[in-house]
Each structure stands twice: as structure tokens, then as C-alpha cells.
């Protein structure tokens, strides 16, 4: 008569089990995005840069607590630390084209602080471009232009011209370089022109800090 041979749980599983995985499990969302023209997602109204080749193309976001991975057609083109700071972004550098990398040192923070260091009505201009794009970014690049013309006009000429724009309602880089280049920033201007900078679409210094 033959014995019955009895195996353990250790002889039968043991040699079966793999390592366990080097990071413990982490639950994650996906989710579909649109590119949108300045290369960023929208992830719970934060802001995520991917490469600006992909513009108006659609990928994948995997969300957790910690990190959002972008992803797009099964490759992972970028992981980006979480953040809960709403309407504002996270840019990687290198997903930027050369023609905005040379503003990638600035900072709203800056720009405001230079633009107070001109006078008021410059700095309330700024604060209005920046406010008026879609993703205060787009918007970097004329006001930097403006705090630029410091190099060629006092600071009383430029911010007067701030406050001439402001009166006729332009916010560009453009229109500030031709008033003062056309010197109409020393025209008085009827204060009914002037429209008032204290709404609900201004941000105010509290902003930023």
C-alpha cells in the first residue's frame, strides 16, 4: 500500500510567490485631456505642461494624492508633482518652445513687484493683463515688454503712459511703446475716461502672496 505524501502551504506556495512590488499600491484616477494652445491640462483646476508639440492632441492623466503622470497613446511623456493650487500652472521647462523659455526666470511675483516699483498705474495694468488671459502666463510676455520701456523712458513717462492706456482701454506691450514713442502720455485725460480698477475681475497684491 503507498503513502499518501502531505505538502505544507510553505512547500506548495512558497516556490510560486514573487517579490513583492518596490512601492506599495496607490489608487489612481484616470483621466482624458484636450492640449490646450499653451500646452497645459486641467487637472481639478490646476494647470500641467506637456510637450507644445502635442497642442489640441488628447492624452491620458493617471492622478494620485502625490504625482500626475501624463501619457499619451500608452507613453509617458511627463510626471508632475500634485498640486492643489487652482488657475495656476506647472511648467516643465523643457515642454516649453524656445520662444517662451527666455520667460521661464519670471514670475508673477516679479512682475508685480517691478511693475509697483514703476508706480500704481503701471502696476494696475499689469494686473489687468495678466488677469484678462485665460492662464495668466500668455500674458507674460507683454507685460515683461512694458517693464522693458523703463530702459528707455523714466519711470514717470512710462507709468503715465500705463495710466493713458488704461484710460483708452488697450493692454498691450504695443499700445504702451506708442504712446509714449508719440508722447501722448502728457495729455490729460478726463477722469470720466478713467475706468475704475476695483472689480471682482482684479486680484489684488493679496494674490500672489
Given at each position: 500500500?503507498?503513502?499518501?505524501?502531505?505538502?505544507?502551504?510553505?512547500?506548495?506556495?512558497?516556490?510560486?510567490?514573487?517579490?513583492?512590488?518596490?512601492?506599495?499600491?496607490e489608487?489612481?484616477?484616470?483621466?482624458?485631456?484636450?492640449?490646450?494652445?499653451?500646452?497645459?491640462v486641467?487637472?481639478?483646476?490646476?494647470?500641467?505642461?506637456?510637450?507644445?508639440?502635442?497642442?489640441?492632441?488628447?492624452?491620458?492623466?493617471?492622478?494620485?494624492?502625490?504625482?500626475?503622470?501624463?501619457?499619451?497613446?500608452?507613453?509617458?511623456?511627463?510626471?508632475?508633482?500634485r498640486?492643489?493650487?487652482?488657475?495656476?500652472?506647472?511648467?516643465?521647462?523643457?515642454?516649453?518652445?524656445?520662444?517662451?523659455?527666455?520667460?521661464?526666470?519670471?514670475?508673477?511675483?516679479?512682475?508685480?513687484?517691478?511693475?509697483?516699483?514703476?508706480g500704481?498705474?503701471?502696476?494696475?495694468?499689469?494686473?489687468?493683463?495678466?488677469?484678462?488671459?485665460?492662464?495668466?502666463?500668455q500674458?507674460?510676455?507683454?507685460?515683461?515688454?512694458?517693464?522693458?520701456?523703463?530702459?528707455?523712458?523714466?519711470?514717470?513717462?512710462?507709468?503715465?503712459?500705463?495710466?493713458?492706456?488704461?484710460?483708452?482701454?488697450?493692454?498691450?506691450?504695443?499700445?504702451?511703446?506708442?504712446?509714449?514713442?508719440?508722447?501722448?502720455?502728457?495729455?490729460?485725460?478726463?477722469?470720466?475716461?478713467?475706468?475704475?480698477?476695483?472689480h471682482?475681475n482684479?486680484?489684488?497684491p493679496?494674490?500672489?502672496?
Amino acid at each position: 500500500m503507498s503513502k499518501v505524501r502531505l505538502f505544507t502551504g510553505d512547500q506548495l506556495d512558497r516556490p510560486a510567490l514573487k517579490p513583492l512590488p518596490p512601492t506599495p499600491y496607490e489608487y489612481a484616477d484616470w483621466k482624458r485631456c484636450r492640449v490646450n494652445l499653451d500646452y497645459h491640462v486641467e487637472i481639478d483646476k490646476h494647470f500641467y505642461s506637456v510637450p507644445f508639440r502635442l497642442i489640441r492632441e488628447t492624452v491620458e492623466a493617471r492622478i494620485t494624492a502625490k504625482t500626475v503622470e501624463i501619457f499619451h497613446r500608452g507613453k509617458l511623456l511627463a510626471t508632475h508633482q500634485r498640486s492643489f493650487r487652482q488657475h495656476r500652472p506647472t511648467t516643465i521647462a523643457d515642454h516649453m518652445p524656445s520662444s517662451h523659455r527666455r520667460y521661464r526666470d519670471w514670475t508673477h511675483e516679479r512682475i508685480l513687484r517691478e511693475a509697483t516699483a514703476v508706480g500704481d498705474d503701471t502696476a494696475a495694468l499689469v494686473e489687468i493683463i495678466l488677469r484678462s488671459r485665460p492662464h495668466p502666463e500668455q500674458g507674460f510676455r507683454s507685460c515683461i515688454g512694458i517693464l522693458g520701456l523703463a530702459k528707455r523712458y523714466d519711470p514717470e513717462r512710462l507709468d503715465a503712459a500705463c495710466a493713458r492706456a488704461l484710460a483708452l482701454g488697450t493692454r498691450s506691450y504695443g499700445s504702451v511703446a506708442a504712446i509714449l514713442k508719440n508722447a501722448q502720455e502728457r495729455k490729460t485725460t478726463d477722469k470720466t475716461e478713467q475706468p475704475s480698477l476695483f472689480h471682482e475681475n482684479i486680484r489684488g497684491p493679496g494674490y500672489y502672496h
